[in-house]
């Protein structure tokens, strides 16, 4: 099992940047592919990106040109680089873990960390 513990979240003008951090801790962090998800309010939680352990990496469109995932597996660490926000960005932006020994799939969650785009 792997515990998640993100950072970096805030209050940002539109245009601006942010960098996201996630730490992971007990167990091998090379193992899991990685992801970033966000949920703004009253709406469901959504995918924005994952790196996987190989280094593959996709994007969802809203945010695809805008945001870089990537990941340190020495530091046991994921990040998310977010530039030019938008207003629509506003969520919570949760660390996601994902374990798949094929039939299975395993998730972890951090806890979020608030991210705000605002004037």
């Known amino acids: 099992q792997v515990q998640l513990g993100e950072s970096g979240g805030g209050l940002v003008q539109p245009g601006g940047s942010l960098r996201l951090s996630c730490v992971a801790s007990?167990?091998?962090?090379?193992?899991?592919?990685m992801g970033w998800y966000r949920q703004a309010p009253g709406k469901q939680r959504e995918f924005v990106a994952r790196i996987t352990g190989a280094g593959g990496i996709n994007y969802a469109d809203s945010v695809r040109g805008r945001f870089t995932i990537s990941r340190d597996n020495g530091k046991n660490s994921v990040y998310l680089e977010m530039n030019s926000l938008k207003p629509e960005d506003t969520a919570v932006y949760y660390c996601?873990?994902?374990?798949?020994?094929?039939?299975?799939?395993?998730?972890?969650w951090g806890q979020g960390t608030q991210v705000t785009v605002s004037a």
């Open positions: 996601n873990a994902r374990y798949s020994p094929r039939p299975y799939e395993y998730d972890y």
């Open positions: 007990g167990s091998i962090f090379s193992i899991y592919d």
